[in-house]
């Protein structure tokens, strides 16, 4: 059965980054580029009809996005962005895609809207080919669009090969790089495509003239001046269309129901979600998974990624937050760090300078200040006294510590895992615990204090 496929082009190296790292993994708000593109085609192709030309860092892409790895198709030289389709035809295969969308992997704020525009401006009148253009005051180095007297489009020309006098005053309008191609119509014209031009690369916009030569419909469906569909080509752009995303993603908050204090400084990536209800002040970042439930405040300066923040949390300044998860009502910070997989349940509190690591702490718990639990369960009710350390590394080895319900561990303990704590023992202030207490015992582990003359200064 005949379906629209997707071809992403991702295999340059992107020289004007100044990094290699390839192009389409610098990130926006946590995200890589590539990966807004994959949302944008969301809903109108197929994942399994989606395929991602890779080349410079292959190794790198597939890491970051291993699940994609069986659409990828390797371009092993970069030879131009007609060398890259004809690499890729022959994936397309017995597969029944008969329209092939084609995106640029560097375009992090094409909308699915502007695709599915194109898709439906294609679909209507059944060209070879059709292509997205926008109108600039100052085209500069992309290409130009080409027409005759009656406005049809008769090529795209790379800026450094314009020449007025063969292809017409300039108007502005310029290729935005996205394409829909009639796959039978356009096959033929691919063997035809050459390098003879002033870069000496195999460009895919030469189509259009091959296309319009041989009589074939051509569409140039304008779309206005809208920057969103360009590519990102340096560090400059990169950050100039990071802050058009942050801005609309804040907006969007803002619309929904949330309070955000210093709109201005808030940073909220693609993937978090903040429920109607909830509160947070700029400057702050939110990045990955998080979630934040209604009623949660998370005040300024706070970093917070792939996290939960349950509902009547309250996330004071300055706190660093991490593959954590904050309970209903819970208090964090300021100046707290919870580090992966550490958890506070119902009402529990951390305070300044407490660092959790792969640790629990039960209802109602409590760790005020200057404190470190790794690898450690703390039940309801318990104390942990400030300036206690759970020493859960032996040198080789992580071990656990178990502290029991409305526990009291006293200040500057180091309990020396593994090791358990019962429930309502007391550990005196000071003591290092190498060994189990049991329930409703006291602890104490000290030296004599001993008094000795003062020596005298000369």
Not at 383 to 407: E, S
Not at 409 to 415: E, H, P, V, Y
Request: aromatic share 4%.
């Amino acid at each position: 059965m005949a379906h629209t496929g997707a071809l992403i082009l991702a295999a340059g190296k992107g020289t004007r980054m100044r990094s290699e790292r390839p192009k389409v993994l610098h990130s926006l708000l946590g995200e890589p580029m590539l990966w807004y593109v994959y949302q944008a085609l969301e809903g109108l192709v197929p994942e399994a009809a989606v395929w991602t030309v890779v080349g410079h860092g292959e190794d790198r892409m597939r890491a970051a996005f291993p699940g994609r790895t069986p659409g990828f198709v390797l371009q092993e030289r970069q030879l131009g962005t007609g060398h890259a389709l004809q690499t890729a035809w022959p994936a397309l295969g017995d597969t029944g895609v008969d329209t092939l969308l084609v995106v640029n992997g560097d375009t992090p704020l094409v909308s699915r809207s502007a695709l599915e525009a194109l898709l439906d401006a294609f679909r209507a009148q059944g060209p070879a080919l059709a292509f997205l253009t926008v109108d600039l005051p100052d085209p500069g180095a992309f290409g130009r669009v080409a027409r005759d007297e009656r406005g049809a489009v008769t090529a795209i020309v790379e800026a450094r090969d314009y020449d007025p006098e063969s292809h017409g005053p300039e108007s502005g309008e310029i290729n935005s790089g996205i394409y829909v191609l009639d796959v039978a119509a356009v096959a033929p014209l691919l063997e035809r495509l050459d390098n003879g031009n002033a870069s000496g690369e195999f460009y895919i916009t030469d189509l259009v003239a091959l296309a319009a030569a041989d009589g074939l419909a051509v569409l140039g469906v304008r779309a206005g001046n809208d920057p969103q569909l360009l590519g990102v080509n340096s560090p400059a752009e990169l950050a100039r269309a990071e802050e058009l995303l942050r801005a609309r993603i804040v907006d969007g908050l803002l619309e929904s129901g949330v309070t955000v204090h210093q709109p201005g400084g808030a940073v909220v990536g693609p993937r978090v979600v903040l429920e109607p209800g909830c509160e947070i002040s700029g400057p702050c970042e939110l990045y990955g998974a998080t979630r934040v439930a209604a009623g949660a405040s998370v005040g300024s300066h706070c970093w917070i990624k792939d996290a939960e923040i349950g509902p009547g949390a309250l996330v004071r300044p300055f706190c660093h937050i991490e593959g954590a998860s904050v309970g209903p009502d819970c208090q964090i910070g300021p100046f707290a760090r919870l580090r992966p997989q550490a958890v506070t349940e119902q009402g529990a509190r951390v305070g300044n300078f407490v660092e959790m690591k792969k640790a629990r702490l039960g209802p109602g718990a409590k760790a005020g200040h200057l404190t470190y639990l790794g690898d450690a369960e703390v039940g309801a009710g318990a104390n942990i006294g400030a300036g206690t350390i759970t020493c859960n590394y032996d040198g080789k080895n992580k071990h656990r510590t178990v502290i029991g319900r409305d526990a009291f561990i006293g200040s500057n303990t180091a309990l020396v895992a593994p090791v358990r704590i019962g429930d309502r023992a007391l550990v005196g202030a000071g003591s290092v615990i190498t060994k189990d207490v049991g329930d409703d015992r006291l602890a104490l582990e000290r030296s004599q204090q001993r008094e000795l003359p003062r020596r005298k200064r000369d």
